[in-house]
């Protein structure tokens, strides 16, 4: 089955700096790739997502690239601000599978 | 509410008592799922159902029992529960198994403290 490992497991980065995800995946099948936010206390939340037809997809101050060669894909959160803190997940699939989470980033943004 | 509901909320029960989560969609999802959320474990997923048939049960113990009697709800049963089990219990849904560009929708989670 699918194995996603997740990068680093916590980050701590200044108000305004740049963060980023990493992500590796096993199976070469995979097709989608969802990052989920989850804010302390809440449920976890489809932030972004990305197919395998495509090499990166970008939302205001999020985005997210693929690399289906090296299987892995990576999410960029520019100008950080307090509230992007959270715990991310990464997640992959293969068409009719269901999701495999990674291990989730800790992302705590210093102000 | 983004349309997956669960209840309760917080449960506090003891190692002998028998009690059940239960987790409630209204958008029209085929497959549903339980997940064990804990420091240790982040996100371990514990059984998948679609269409109302369990598809996965990804070895977890025979204390915790699943119910989905159909499309639209599920439950999970607890008894002789251990400490170690104390966790957030999430439930989620997707339209299908391959989650389409809505993904998987959540639930806000059980908190559950076993004594």
């Known amino acids: 089955g699918e194995n996603v490992e997740q990068h680093p497991s916590t980050l701590s980065v200044q108000e305004g700096d740049s963060a980023v995800i990493k992500c590796t995946y096993s199976?070469?099948?995979?097709?989608?790739f969802p990052w989920y936010k989850q804010e302390l206390g809440k449920r976890p939340q489809l932030i972004i997502d990305?197919?395998?037809?495509?090499g990166e997809k970008k939302d205001q101050r999020i985005a997210v690239t693929l690399n289906k060669t090296a299987k892995h894909f990576s999410l960029h959160i520019t100008e950080t601000q307090p509230e992007d803190s959270a715990v991310y997940f990464c997640a992959a699939s293969a068409r009719n599978e269901k999701l495999t989470f990674g291990t989730g980033t800790r992302l705590t943004i210093i102000p | 509410e983004t349309g997956v509901t669960q209840t309760p909320r917080h449960l506090v029960m003891g190692m002998t008592n028998k009690k059940s989560l239960k987790c409630e969609q209204h958008l029209g999802h085929n497959a549903m799922y339980w997940y064990k959320q804990s420091a240790k474990k982040p996100l371990e997923l514990m059984f998948v159902?679609?269409?109302?048939?369990?598809?996965e049960n990804n070895s977890v113990p025979s204390r915790f029992s699943p119910e989905c009697p159909n499309s639209s709800h599920l439950f999970l049963h607890l008894h002789t529960l251990q400490p170690e089990d104390s966790a957030l219990y999430l439930c989620?849904?997707?339209?299908?198994?391959?989650?389409?560009?809505?993904?998987?929708?959540f639930g806000s989670g059980t908190r559950l403290t076993v004594v």
């Open positions: 159902y679609n269409f109302k048939e369990q598809t």
């Open positions: 199976d070469s099948a995979s097709n989608y």
């Open positions: 990305i197919r395998s037809n495509v």
């Open positions: 989620a849904s997707s339209q299908d198994i391959q989650p389409n560009i809505y993904g998987y929708t």
